[in-house]
Every structure is written in structure tokens, then in C-alpha cells.
């Protein structure tokens, strides 16, 4: 935790409300994301027993399992589930633009990708479950599903890893995105309850945010965002509600248990479109819509995968797929924090507190200045800034600017509050620099030594040929009759 | 002989004998090597070895002055090997490597000699050609990730390392892979011996670095069921000052660790940052005096004066490493991070201690393999700066580190690491001096 | 001994269970839950009284569905346990045997139930038959300062070729392969309990105690279905810290001899167990024994609320968690660290860093904010 988010905190104990952390949003909002909010019965790995969904805060769509132990009963849920989600999603699939590539075919792109917003990670964690325990079901056969329900699983596998990847926006956690950008008064733990962080960020008039974080924390008011319900619900209401359901299954047995679940999930809807609201507050960062963009990518490619008819996701990464996803997230982070950083003075003051980043005022400045005879002759300008950061760079540090993303400088020297740096990417092919590329005498400039510069890896085997030291080529996928009766209880 | 220890050398030439004579029998050998228990020479040896027999080797380091300290080495070893190296495009030839290695960026540049050196990254771009012998180095430092990349490039090969220091490390949650066989994140070792768990793993049991004083307490303390010993035997190196001493703290501790080969130079207990001023002034001033009482260091390689880049100063931390250097520590002396002192040798080193001035440990800060790496770099003597008090945030800390199935079971645990090298250093205490 | 009885008043100690031992580590600093936890202190009742009850509760579906998976696993005389078994310790068990070391009829004492495992155990080691045998329900027992606690038997302990292993099982699903980390963990530490105390038990009965391996064996739900699946687990590290947590528990004398004598956490229950002692009185006795909060407490001491309260009362700086603590460098109250970060207070010896950092981050803050 840096120095400056632990003192957003305690300036959060001071007054009351959380402080924040962000002067800008780090993640893309939709227009018209989807809300989902899944409960599980207690005990079980992954037996649905309740979900409200929908993009229309006025409208939510309750589904119920009556009995959550009964097979049948979940895979109809999982059907009613992919009812809701199949068009939500694959509207987004109308719409594509061509995407112009360098020394490549151009491809489609789709305009705009679904979002869903679930309450915290233990809701993602749970929707990764149930994509897991509904992807390899078939509709045909002893045990059929509805021929939706293997797409749902498909689709929330998708979403759930995406999740994963550093700086994606296609499935957000309330809790995350919000403690990304507001600082409470309480601890991180304490903080994935989204009600009680919530109270901190907004508290109703009359209260102090610590005041509205108590009160949170009681389920009777403030019934748990799920999946797991409260133990005294499940006690006192749930459970004779679903003995009731057992002993006469009917109508009126399944609408006593949505109205108990929907008392559990209503307040929970109504906090997660306080979520959206308060995000929106927020002006987006450059950074995120260029992450928005990769994510339509990464949904238009998945999209396609599932036309032309490819398997379900494997249940695990094979050692090369594991390696390549690796590269792709390490490199996604790197990007992530740069580009975070270089969006908002806020988060770049974290690195300016540990002396990884300054900023300062131009002191003197050389644009002419050149290195190399000749053909060879660059452009190496030459600039000396003051600074009352604690600078800790060694000689030969690359630099990044958020004013001049192009650019790439080098860290000459630092002699007390005086940094000389060196330009030496970015400033073009001409004999002079162009006027407004180097920053003059009396500006304010900020350095940091964060890249989002993209190296590749090199390229990784084809699986099937994993070397020896990795077990060799993996036995190809035949999808096995075990995994789609596999039972779900 | 019978029932006679053989002499150190004795015993660590029978394993270098058993290794060499294992390479043709098995597709993949591994070799356990201590703290400066002669991995190049190993590595130097096998690839003398390995290039008599007139196939062509392929050898893997991890980062590109491994690479270049091992070309010095093979030079020094079989002169008449043609050896090359390759290297990216911005790679600026040191001088010690001058002349010794044909260099390129493409193999084809680099004619055809018998042994070609690089790092794991420029390999994995080396293209299709594949070798029938390989040596991989650091082999525990290399994430398996990179292994994968290269390992296609090789028939056979001797992977060598140290599997007390650290851990590869990713700045990404790895959750996902954890407990597979081929999780991208474990050592490229752990995941050649999970999938052929039959290859002979060999160890190597003498430092040649350590002396007496430090082997067995880094032995215990980090490798506790595959200990090694030192390879010089107590007394045989001395460490004495030609400058007279002013009793201060610092001479005093300097002088501990002088005669005892420890000395942990201990400063009153408070919280502090970790950037603690008053402990990074001890360690840079314990160098500076360190060299102001010109020692000279006297072992089986004769006398000799330690200079100034004889000596280095460890810390867990860059921002550590940052604020040591600015406080002035003599010109030569090396300052870095755990991470980046590993593989390498001083004679006397300067440690601050990882859990200084802390109030809770972090899994980070516990980490056995990082405090093996700061207390096993010296042939002589190691100076440890701490602040009073780590015994009793040791004590006060809570076990609540989550289980993966599957994933087998690291030893030793930092926690007990910490303790037992604690445990000896009380022995070797000097209260600090009040500053000014 | 008579120390301990009067810290906890006249009702019998809180006994011991495996978990409540494996929660030992859960924050060892804590010389309040130290020595509460060493007089057998019921932790739950007295933060009722003080009016912060315990956040913690199980719902019954998940107490349902590990009863019965338990019984599944157990049925007909441990036969899906059996099958488990062969696959996993790839070992030919063409029959065994199943002793339930609980069923002695009547309604007996821990103490000779204890003794009655303590019996067939004995000859279950002196034994070299190679048959697999189960003993289900152990009565172990374990010393914790001084007193003896006797662990609810819901394990199993499995005999081969004169080895033993402790069999754990669990409800919550290994889904390809992989847990919840968490309730592994939870899962590690309590069964290193069973093994230590059955460790315990050989040595006293004078043989080896390394023949209770230390590769637990794990039995959970596999994937979404009910199919019982077994994993072998090392526990070598949390034994290493249970052991370490036991010792210290036998050093808590020494907290205790700096308490007053009068000290006592009674809650004085009427005829119908209803506590009488005054709040205010008992909540003095309980701040008399310094805490260390810390926001993990919240899932792993019963007094969680109380010394949360308590810590915000005092503005300190252990609420917002251990890694804010450990960015403030050691400053230990919100409004001391705030003082440092305006300038309203001069620093103190050895705070000159700390302040430095705090004036830069509130100024940087100031700037960008
Ligand atoms: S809740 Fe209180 S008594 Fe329990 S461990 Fe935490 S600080 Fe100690």
C-alpha cells in the first residue's frame, strides 16, 4: 500500500466519507451494462439458488430454484438464465467496424460489447463455477439441456477469465472497481462488503460514512451481496420455505421462496445501480477506452470462435496455453499500470512518493542538441527540471511523460532537486525538433519510469509439440461423456 | 581410509565424476548447487566435457553477465574451444569478454563453434536449429515458462541451480495454474522433475565460498534435508585490519565479525519505514569504516586486500537499495537487491536484515530463499543491521497462509529459516551506538 | 492451574476442539485471546454479554449437506472411503477392517472413551498384520497449558502396513483439482491437530511416533456431483506451527503473572445460566489484557467487534489493517499521523522519516486531488 492511499484512509477516518483515490475512472462503464447478482445455497460448490439480472434498473428479473438440491430445477434455471443473457449478449454482435492493420488483413471488430457487473469476487469467483458446471452439458443424449445452456456456460467462462486479465472491463466486480477509486475508512477486508462501502463512498444524508459501514454490516438491513446468503435467513426463512416447497411443490411453495430471496437481492440491485451511478461520476481515463477496445476485440474473436464451432474451454490450461496467457497478462499489466498512471496525477503520485516518478518545472532546456555524425546524426534533446520529489532514479533509467506519450527519455543525471534528462525516442526524423516536442523553460513536466512500451515474447511451441521437460504433447480433447453427466447436485 | 571423511575436494569431485558419467545415460540431469559450492567450474567442467565428444552444446544463463562471466570462465578453462555468444542488437561487448567469443545476434553470424552461450530470452529467438546437448543454468531462478520456450531447441541437457535462493516471481495472479504439473510460475526445475520424476538429481556438497563459519548455519537453516559443508576447515580464513580500530560500534562489530564470521549489529527496537534513516546510515557506515580499517582477507588463496569491490550491501528492497546509496557508502562498494546479488561472491557483505524495523511479516519479507541469498554471498565475514525485536515479531506471527492442493510443499519455511539464523546471530551481537 | 479457574469463573473450561486449537495461530501477538483462550474462556458468551456478538454462524443447509456427505463417505462400514483409499495410496486393500472406537455402548466419559482408543490403538500398532483397518471416531486428546482436552473424534484414522493416516473429511468440492485455498488451510491445520495427537498418543503408548504419516488424507465432493474424491495433503508446515503455537501457550504463565490478582472474566450466570455480571465491570476486566486487532480477527476471534470498537475508539491506526500500518511506519493513532501529514505536529525521535513522507503525500494530494 503506498503512503498516499494510506493516508486517503486515515483522512477517510478523519471526516467521515472516503477520499478519493482517482480523478479519473480506470475502467470502461457501458451504456447499458447487465446486472447480476447470483446466490447459491449454503454448503453446496455451486448450486444456483437465486439470481436477479437485467440493464434495466426498474425492471430486475428474479430466478428462482425452489429446491436447489433438484437437478432438473437448476438446469431449467440455467435455461431461464441464458433466456436473459444469450440476447443481452449477442446483440452486441449486430454491430462491427473494420479495423485497419499494418502489414495484416484488416479484420471486423464488433462496436460495442456486453458488460456485466457483479457485486464482488466471491459473485465472479461463482460465476466462473457456473460456466464451469454448465459448458460441457449437451443437448442431446441421457441427460439433455436445453441446447441454450452449454452457450450460457460458454459465455460465463468467457466472462469470468476475462475478468482476470489485467485493465479488461467485460465483467466487473462492484467492490473492486469502486476501491479502485475511493478510499474508506476501514480495512481492505471490510471493503468487500459492498454495502458498507457504499456507505462509506455515499452516505445518506445525516450519517457519517462510518456510521452507514456499521449499519451495513448487519443483514437484516443490509442482507449479504451473495452468493452466500445470511445463516439466519437461511435458518429461519429459506429453509422452511423450501421444506414447504418439498412437501407441496407447486405455484404458491415457489412464490413463497422468490419473495423470501427477492428480500435478500432487492437491496443488494438497488446498490450495485448506486455502484454505476457513483462510477459514472467519473470521467472516463484515456486508458480505459483503449482497453475497451482490446476487450471488443478479445469479445468479437470469442464470438466467432463459438460460430465456427469450437469446444467448450478446456477445464484447465495446457502448459502452452498456460505460458502464452501468462505473456499476454504480465503484458496487460505492465500496460495497465502505465497507462493508469499516466491518466491521473493521483495514481502517479503513489510512484512519485517512492521516487520512481517527479515532476518539476523545466529549468533548462536544449532542443538542438544532437548525438552521432552525419546519417547517423539523432536528435537528442537535452533538458534540466527542478523538483521537490524524492527522486530515486539511477543514471540510465528510461523514462515515460504523460504529456508526451511518444516519447521516451533517459535519466542523465540527478544532483538534488536537479534531473537532467535526455530525449532519445520520439523525436521524429527531422534536423530541428518540432516546435511544442520539447518542453521549454518555466514548463511543468512530470517523468516517471513506467512503460507501457510492448516487447513480444517469443513465440511458444504448438501444443502438440510441448517438449519432454513438460510432459510432452498433451492427449488431444475428446469431449468425454463423463463431462456432460457429470451430475449437478 | 575406511571410516575416514574424504577431504572436501575428494568429495566434490565424486560428484562432479557421478554427474559427468550420468549425462549420457539420462535424457535430463539436475544438479543442486549451495551457495558457491563451484557451479561454473561444474558447469565449465560438463561443458568441456560434453564438447569432446564433438557435438555441438547450447548453453543457457539467465541474464546476460551470467552469460558473459561464464564465456571469461570457458576461456580460462579450454582455451583452444571455440565458444560464441549471442546477443541482442543493443548488446556493447565489456572488455573481459573482448576477443573470447565470437559474438552475433543470429546464429549463422557466429560460424560454427563448438559451444554457443546466451541468455533464455535471446535463445528462445535462436530459431529452429535443434542441439543435441544442452546446459541450462540458474535452472531454479528460470520460470518454466522460458524453459518451455527454449526446451524444444535440445535433445538432452544438465540443468544446474541453486534451489535455496528465490523463486521466479510474476507480477500477475497465477491462481489459476496453481497445482497443475506445468504451471507457468514454478521453477523450471520443479516442472522437468514433475514431469520426469526419475531423472537423477544430484547435489553438490562442499562450499567453496562459505567458510566454516557460515556453512553450517546456511546449511541448516535453508537446505535442512540436503546439507552441505564448508570447504575450508575453521581458522583457515582470517580476516584482520591493518588499520587500528576506535572501539566505537561499528569497529566493534566489524571486529565480531571479524574473529566469528557474524556479527549482527543491532539497533534499538522501533517501527520504522524500510526506509529506516538511521539503519541505512549503519550499513553504509559499517562500509565505510569496513574500508577505513583496510582489511585484508587471508585464505587458501593467499593474502590479499579486500578493497572496496570486495565488499557488498544487501537489502530486500529497491527503495532500500536507493536510500543506502544515497547515504554515501564508500566508491566500489556494491549496493543491490537480493534478487540481484544472487550467483554472486564478496568477502565480506553487509546485510540489512529483511525484517528490520518491521511490525507484521509479509509472506514477501519471510521468504526463505531471499534471506539465503543476503547471508550466503561472503567467503569471510557477513555483518547483519537490524533492529532490535524481530524475535518478537517472529513470535507474534499469525499462519494463515491459504493451501493449494497439489502444490507440493516448500521447505524450510521462512518462518523457521528466519528463526534458526536469528538464533545464531544472537551469539554474535553489538548494541548499537546511540547516533550523534 | 487455580490462576486460570478464577480468569474464567465457575464454569467448567471451554473445552478444546481440533479447531478451536488450529485457531491458535490465528493471531499469536494477541495476549488477550492468549490468555482467554489458555483459562478456557467462552469467547462467544462474553462478547454477547459485552453486546458484540460473534459474527460468525453456519446455515444449517451447510450443516445438512456435511452430515451428509459424512455419511455418505461412511456408509456400509467406510466402503466409498475404502474405494478412495485404494486409488489414492495405489495400494492393493483387498479387504479391511472397520472399528468404530465410539461405540462402546452406554453413555461413557470422555476418559474411557480416550482409554478404549488408547486400547485398540496400542494393538492396532503392536499389530503387523498387513490388513488396512479404519478406526472411526478417535477420542484423542491433546495438552494445551496444562489442561487436557479431549478432540471431537470426526476423523478417521487408517491403519496399513503399520502406518497410520489421518483421514479428513471435508464438504466443500475440489472442481478440477483445485479448492477454495482458504478452506484448505482450515482443512491442513485442523487435521495436524489429529495427527500430533495421535502422535502423542503412539509415543506415549511407547512406539514411533512417525508412523502417523504426515500425508493427510482428504476427502471432498469432486467437481459438482457427490462422488466422494480423496488428495493427499502435507502437513509437515502447519504441524511445525501448531507445535510452535502449543509451546507458546504453555509460556502464556507469564502474561498472566502481570495480571492483577483479582482479575477475572466471570459472567457470573444465574441458576438459568443467564450472565449477571455488570457490562461495564466485565468490559474493564476483558481491556485489562492488551489486544492487537487486527481486520483478520473479523473471520477468526469471537471478540472481533469489541476490540474493533475498541481500536476506533482510540484512533488507531491498526483498524485500517496491517498494510496501512505498515505504510505509516510504526505511527500508531489516525490523528498522530494526520498531525504528521499537515504539520500541526513536530515530529517526534525517529518519527523525522515517517513526517517527511506524510507532509509530501499530503501536499501531492492536495495538488492532484
Ligand atoms: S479479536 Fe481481539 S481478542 Fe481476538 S485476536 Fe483480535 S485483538 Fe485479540
Same mark, same amino acid.
Given at each position: 500500500m503506498s503512503t498516499l492511499a494510506a493516508l486517503a484512509r486515515l483522512r477517510a477516518v478523519r471526516t467521515g466519507t472516503a477520499q478519493r483515490l482517482a480523478t479519473v475512472r480506470h475502467c470502461h462503464l457501458s451504456e447499458r451494462p447487465m446486472v447480476f447478482i447470483p446466490l447459491r445455497l449454503a454448503g453446496e460448490a455451486a448450486a444456483p439458488l437465486a439470481a436477479?439480472?437485467? #440493464?434495466?434498473?426498474?425492471?430486475?428479473?428474479?430466478?428462482? +430454484?425452489?429446491?436447489?438440491?433438484d437437478r432438473d430445477l437448476r438446469f431449467a434455471f440455467a435455461a431461464e438464465l441464458a433466456e436473459i443473457v444469450l440476447p443481452y449478449v449477442e446483440g452486441f454482435l449486430k454491430e462491427t467496424e473494420t479495423v485497419e492493420r499494418r502489414g495484416a488483413e484488416p479484420y471486423e471488430r464488433c462496436a460495442d460489447a456486453p458488460q456485466l457487473l457483479v457485486p464482488g469476487r466471491s459473485a465472479l469467483a461463482f460465476t466462473l463455477l457456473l460456466g464451469r458446471s454448465t459448458r460441457f452439458r449437451r443437448a442431446e443424449g441421457p441427460h439433455a439441456v436445453h441446447p441454450s445452456v452449454p452457450i450460457l456456460g460458454r459465455w460465463l467462462t468467457f466472462f469470468a477469465q476475462r475478468a482476470r486479465h489485467p485493465g479488461s472491463a467485460l465483467l466487473l466486480a462492484a467492490t473492486e472497481a469502486l476501491s479502485l477509486h475511493w478510499a474508506t475508512g476501514q480495512s481492505a477486508l471490510e471493503d468487500a462488503n459492498l454495502a458498507s462501502l457504499i456507505g462509506w463512498i455515499d452516505p445518506p444524508p445525516g450519517t457519517t460514512g462510518a456510521d452507514a459501514a456499521r449499519e451495513a454490516e448487519d443483514p437484516l438491513v443490509w442482507p449479504p451481496a451473495g452468493p452466500a446468503t445470511d445463516p439466519g435467513f437461511d435458518a429461519e426463512v429459506l429453509a422452511p420455505a423450501i421444506r414447504a416447497y418439498e412437501e407441496a411443490p407447486g405455484e404458491r411453495a415457489a412464490a413463497r421462496v422468490a419473495e423470501a430471496v427477492r428480500t435478500q437481492l432487492d437491496p443488494t440491485w438497488r446498490l450495485m445501480w448506486r455502484a454505476v451511478d457513483l462510477l459514472r461520476g467519473l470521467p472516463e481515463g484515456r486508458g480505459a477506452s483503449a482497453r475497451w477496445e482490446t476487450d471488443r476485440g478479445s469479445f468479437t474473436a470469442f464470438a466467432e470462435q463459438l460460430a465456427e464451432g469450437g469446444p467448450p474451454q478446456p477445464k484447465h490450461d495446457g502448459a502452452v496455453a498456460a505460458a502464452s496467457r501468462l505473456a499476454r497478462m504480465e503484458r496487460a499489466q505492465a500496460s495497465y499500470d502505465a497507462q493508469r498512471a499516466y491518466d491521473d496525477p493521483l495514481v502517479m503520485a503513489a510512484y512519485r512518493l517512492t521516487g520512481e516518478a517527479f515532476t518539476g518545472t523545466v529549468v533548462a532546456s536544449d532542443p538542438a542538441n544532437a548525438e552521432g555524425e552525419g546519417r547517423g546524426r539523432k536528435l537528442r534533446p537535452l533538458l534540466t527540471v527542478r523538483t521537490g520529489d524524492p527522486v530515486r532514479l539511477a543514471t540510465g533509467t528510461k523514462l515515460g511523460t504523460p504529456d508526451r506519450r511518444g516519447q521516451q527519455a533517459e535519466v542523465v543525471e540527478v544532483d538534488g532537486e536537479l534531473v537532467t534528462l535526455k530525449i532519445v525516442k520520439g523525436m521524429g526524423r527531422g534536423k530541428v525538433a518540432t516546435p511544442g516536442a520539447v518542453p521549454e523553460v518555466g514548463d511543468q513536466v512530470c517523468y516517471a519510469a513506467l512503460s507501457d512500451e510492448y516487447q513480444p515474447p517469443a513465440s511458444l511451441p504448438a501444443p502438440e509439440e510441448t517438449p519432454w521437460t513438460h510432459g510432452g504433447p498433451p492427449p488431444e480433447y475428446v469431449p468425454s461423456t463423463e463431462d456432460d453427466q457429470e451430475e449437478w447436485s | 581410509m575406511i571410516g575416514a571423511m574424504p577431504s572436501p575436494a575428494a568429495e566434490a569431485a565424486a560428484v562432479v565424476d557421478a554427474v559427468l558419467d550420468d549425462l549420457p545415460r539420462h535424457r535430463g540431469v539436475v544438479v543442486d548447487s549451495p551457495p558457491g559450492a563451484g557451479k561454473s567450474t561444474l558447469v565449465v567442467r560438463a561443458a568441456g566435457h560434453l564438447a569432446e565428444s564433438g557435438e555441438p552444446l547450447m548453453i543457457v544463463a539467465q541474464t546476460n553477465e551470467q552469460v558473459d562471466d561464464l564465456i571469461?570462465?570457458?576461456?580460462?578453462?579450454?582455451?583452444?574451444?571455440?565458444?560464441?555468444?549471442?546477443?541482442?542488437?543493443?548488446? =556493447?561487448?565489456? $572488455?573481459?569478454?573482448?576477443?573470447? $567469443?565470437?559474438? *552475433?545476434?543470429?546464429?549463422?553470424?557466429?560460424?560454427?563453434?563448438?559451444?554457443?552461450?546466451?541468455?533464455?530470452?535471446?535463445?528462445a529467438w535462436a530459431g529452429d536449429r535443434t542441439w543435441p546437448w544442452a546446459i541450462v543454468d540458474e535452472a531454479y531462478q528460470m520460470r518454466s515458462d522460458k524453459?518451455?520456450?527454449?526446451?524444444?531447441?535440445?535433445?538432452?541437457?544438465?540443468?544446474?541451480?541453486?534451489?535455496?535462493?528465490?523463486?521466479?516471481?510474476?507480477? +500477475?495472479?497465477?491462481? @489459476?495454474?496453481? *497445482?497443475?504439473?506445468?504451471?507457468?510460475?514454478?521453477?523450471?526445475?520443479?516442472?522437468l522433475l514433475r514431469h520426469n520424476p526419475d531423472l537423477p538429481v544430484h547435489r553438490l556438497p562442499v562450499s567453496w565460498r562459505l567458510p566454516a563459519s557460515a556453512a553450517p548455519v546456511v546449511s541448516e537453516a535453508f537446505y535442512p534435508f540436503t546439507g552441505f559443508r564448508a570447504g575450508t576447515e575453521p581458522g583457515e580464513r582470517r580476516l584482520v585490519f591493518r588499520a587500528g580500530g576506535m572501539r566505537t560500534a561499528y569497529d566493534r562489530a566489524l571486529e565480531e565479525a571479524a574473529s566469528g564470521g557474524w556479527a549482527l549489529y543491532e539497533l534499538p527496537?522501533?517501527?520504522?519505514?524500510? #526506509?529506516?534513516?538511521? $539503519?541505512?546510515?549503519?550499513?553504509?557506515?559499517? &562500509?565505510?569504516?569496513?574500508?577505513?580499517r583496510a582489511p585484508v582477507a587471508i585464505s587458501e588463496r593467499g593474502e590479499r586486500p579486500v578493497t572496496a569491490e570486495r565488499i557488498a550491501i544487501g537489502a530486500a528492497h529497491r527503495d532500500q537499495v536507493a536510500a543506502i546509496l544515497a547515504a554515501? /557508502? /564508500?566508491?566500489?562498494?556494491? +549496493?543491490?537487491?537480493?534478487?540481484?546479488?544472487? *550467483?554472486?561472491?564478496?568477502? !565480506? #557483505?553487509?546485510?540489512?536484515?529483511? %525484517?528490520?524495523?518491521?511490525?507484521?511479516?509479509?509472506?514477501?519479507?519471510?521468504?526463505?530463499?531471499?534471506?539465503?541469498v543476503l547471508t550466503s554471498r561472503h567467503r569471510h565475514a557477513c555483518v547483519v543491521v537490524a533492529r532490535a525485536g524481530i524475535p518478537e515479531l517472529l513470535d507474534a506471527h499469525p499462519s494463515a497462509e491459504p493451501v493449494r492442493l497439489n502444490v507440493p510443499v516448500k521447505f524450510p519455511d521462512g518462518w523457521e529459516a528466519n528463526q534458526a539464523v536469528l538464533a545464531h546471530l544472537a551469539g554474535h551481537r553489538v548494541e548499537a551506538a546511540p547516533l550523534r | 492451574m487455580e490462576r486460570f479457574d478464577r480468569l474464567r469463573g465457575a464454569v467448567p473450561a471451554r473445552p478444546h476442539d481440533a479447531r478451536a486449537i488450529a485457531a491458535?495461530?490465528?493471531?499469536?501477538?494477541?495476549?488477550?485471546?492468549?490468555?482467554?483462550?489458555?483459562?478456557?474462556?467462552?469467547?462467544?458468551?462474553?462478547?454477547?454479554?459485552?453486546?458484540?456478538?460473534?459474527?460468525?454462524?453456519?446455515?444449517?443447509?451447510?450443516?445438512? @449437506?456435511?452430515?451428509?456427505?459424512?455419511?455418505?463417505?461412511?456408509?456400509?462400514?467406510?466402503?466409498?472411503?475404502? @474405494?478412495?483409499?485404494?486409488?489414492?495410496?495405489?495400494?492393493?486393500?483387498?479387504?479391511?477392517?472397520?472399528?468404530?472406537?465410539?461405540?462402546?455402548?452406554?453413555?461413557?466419559?470422555?476418559?474411557?472413551?480416550?482409554?478404549? #482408543?488408547?486400547?485398540?490403538?496400542?494393538?492396532?500398532?503392536?499389530?503387523?498384520?498387513?490388513?488396512?483397518? %479404519?478406526?472411526?471416531?478417535?477420542?484423542?486428546?491433546?495438552?494445551?497449558?496444562?489442561?487436557?482436552?479431549?478432540?471431537?473424534?470426526?476423523?478417521?484414522?487408517?491403519?496399513?502396513?503399520?502406518?497410520f493416516h489421518i483421514v479428513e473429511i471435508k464438504s466443500f468440492a475440489i +472442481?478440477?483439482?483445485?479448492?477454495?485455498?482458504?478452506?484448505? &488451510?482450515?482443512?491442513?491445520?485442523?487435521?495436524? =491437530?489429529?495427527?500430533? &495427537?495421535? @502422535?502423542?498418543?503412539?509415543?506415549?503408548?511407547?512406539?514411533?511416533? $512417525?508412523?502417523?504419516?504426515?500425508? =493427510? !488424507?482428504?476427502?471432498?465432493?469432486?467437481?459438482?456431483?457427490?462422488?466422494p474424491a480423496g488428495t493427499l495433503l502435507d502437513v509437515r508446515r502447519e504441524l511445525a506451527v501448531l507445535r510452535r503455537q502449543l509451546s507458546r501457550m504453555a509460556r502464556v504463565g507469564a502474561i498472566v503473572d502481570g495480571l492483577p490478582e483479582e482479575l477475572t472474566f466471570d459472567l457470573a450466570p444465574d441458576a438459568d445460566g443467564v450472565p449477571t455480571r455488570p457490562v461495564p465491570e466485565l468490559r474493564e476486566a476483558v481491556r485489562t489484557v492488551g489486544a492487537r486487532y487486527a481486520p483478520e480477527c473479523l473471520s477468526t476471534c469471537d471478540l472481533c467487534f469489541f476490540c474493533r470498537d475498541e481500536a476506533a475508539a482510540g484512533g488507531s491506526t491498526e483498524l485500517l489493517g496491517r498494510q496501512v500500518r505498515d505504510a505509516l511506519g510504526g505511527v500508531a493513532t489516525v490523528s498522530e499521523a494526520l498531525g504528521l501529514a499537515d504539520g500541526s505536529l513536530t515530529p517526534g525521535e525517529g518519527q523525522e522519516e515517517i513526517a517527511r513522507l506524510l507532509r509530501l503525500a499530503d501536499r501531492i494530494y492536495a495538488e492532484a486531488g
Open positions: 436477479m439480472v437485467g #440493464t434495466d434498473p426498474g425492471h430486475p428479473h428474479l430466478l428462482v +430454484v425452489p429446491q436447489p438440491r | 571469461v570462465r570457458l576461456a580460462e578453462e579450454h582455451p583452444g574451444l571455440p565458444v560464441g555468444r549471442l546477443s541482442a542488437s543493443d548488446y =556493447v561487448v565489456p $572488455a573481459r569478454v573482448m576477443g573470447k $567469443a565470437a559474438v *552475433g545476434t543470429k546464429l549463422p553470424e557466429l560460424g560454427d563453434p563448438a559451444v554457443v552461450v546466451a541468455t533464455a530470452d535471446k535463445w524453459l518451455l520456450r527454449v526446451a524444444g531447441m535440445f535433445e538432452r541437457a544438465l540443468f544446474v541451480g541453486d534451489p535455496g535462493q528465490l523463486d521466479p516471481f510474476s507480477v +500477475v495472479d497465477g491462481d @489459476r495454474w496453481a *497445482g497443475l504439473s506445468w504451471d507457468p510460475l514454478q521453477s523450471a526445475v520443479a516442472v527496537s522501533r517501527h520504522t519505514l524500510r #526506509t529506516d534513516a538511521e $539503519a541505512v546510515q549503519a550499513a553504509a557506515l559499517l &562500509a565505510t569504516r569496513l574500508v577505513q554515501g /557508502p /564508500p566508491p566500489g562498494v556494491t +549496493v543491490d537487491t537480493a534478487n540481484r546479488l544472487q *550467483g554472486r561472491e564478496y568477502d !565480506v #557483505t553487509i546485510v540489512l536484515h529483511p %525484517l528490520s524495523g518491521r511490525r507484521d511479516a509479509t509472506a514477501f519479507h519471510l521468504e526463505s530463499g531471499r534471506l539465503c | 491458535l495461530a490465528a493471531n499469536p501477538g494477541c495476549a488477550r485471546r492468549a490468555v482467554m483462550d489458555a483459562a478456557g474462556v467462552d469467547k462467544d458468551a462474553t462478547a454477547t454479554h459485552l453486546g458484540f456478538p460473534a459474527p460468525f454462524g453456519q446455515s444449517p443447509f451447510a450443516i445438512t @449437506r456435511g452430515n451428509a456427505f459424512e455419511a455418505l463417505v461412511k456408509d456400509s462400514g467406510c466402503a466409498e472411503l475404502l @474405494r478412495l483409499l485404494r486409488e489414492l495410496l495405489g495400494l492393493p486393500i483387498p479387504l479391511a477392517a472397520y472399528t468404530d472406537l465410539g461405540d462402546i455402548g452406554g453413555n461413557p466419559s470422555a476418559h474411557l472413551r480416550h482409554a478404549h #482408543t488408547l486400547k485398540l490403538i496400542d494393538r492396532a500398532a503392536r499389530d503387523d498384520d498387513e490388513a488396512g483397518t %479404519l478406526y472411526d471416531h478417535p477420542l484423542l486428546r491433546l495438552e494445551i497449558a496444562g489442561h487436557t482436552s479431549y478432540l471431537e473424534p470426526d476423523v478417521v484414522a487408517f491403519r496399513l502396513a503399520g502406518r +472442481v478440477d483439482g483445485q479448492a477454495e485455498p482458504d478452506k484448505v &488451510a482450515a482443512a491442513a491445520r485442523q487435521a495436524a =491437530v489429529y495427527v500430533l &495427537a495421535l @502422535r502423542t498418543m503412539l509415543a506415549e503408548l511407547g512406539h514411533d511416533p $512417525a508412523r502417523v504419516s504426515h500425508e =493427510v !488424507v482428504l476427502v471432498c465432493p469432486e467437481n459438482f456431483a457427490n462422488r
